[in-house]
């Protein structure tokens, strides 16, 4: 199975931004749609965007569409997620993972993922 890695956390001030990269070792990482998720401190994990085998899909959470952008690039093996416009509530632990190939991923859930990081803090301030 392959093994992720998330990187690029840190605190931010609103309106800031950040990119996160999610990198991955072994040789499936090119051939499964990725996702990122994000748990809040006290609430559930939720989904953020997921992105086909090779980028040419994509889908967000409702809230952040038009501030966030996912991408990837295969000969790297790293995904990534460029955070922009950034608000407080964006404030989360921020997860990728890979999608395990059984169903759409229009309708992404997490129960369709495996192999998941350990995850990077985001914090963004007021």
């Known amino acids: 199975q392959v093994q992720l890695e998330e990187s690029g956390g840190g605190l931010v001030q609103a309106g800031g931004s950040l990119r996160l990269s999610c990198t991955a070792s072994?040789?499936?990482?090119?051939?499964?749609?990725m996702g990122w998720f994000r748990q809040a401190p006290g609430k559930d994990r939720d989904f953020v965007a997921v992105i086909s085998w090779s980028g040419g899909n994509t889908y967000y959470a409702d809230s952040v569409k038009g501030r966030f952008t996912i991408s990837r690039d295969n000969a790297k093996n790293t995904m990534y997620l460029q955070m922009n416009s950034l608000k407080p509530e964006d404030t989360a632990v921020y997860y990728c993972a890979q999608h395990r190939g059984l169903s759409s991923i229009a309708q992404a859930q997490q129960a369709d993922f495996r192999s998941w990081g350990q995850g990077t803090q985001v914090t963004v301030s007021s």
């Open positions: 072994g040789r499936t990482f090119r051939n499964y749609a």
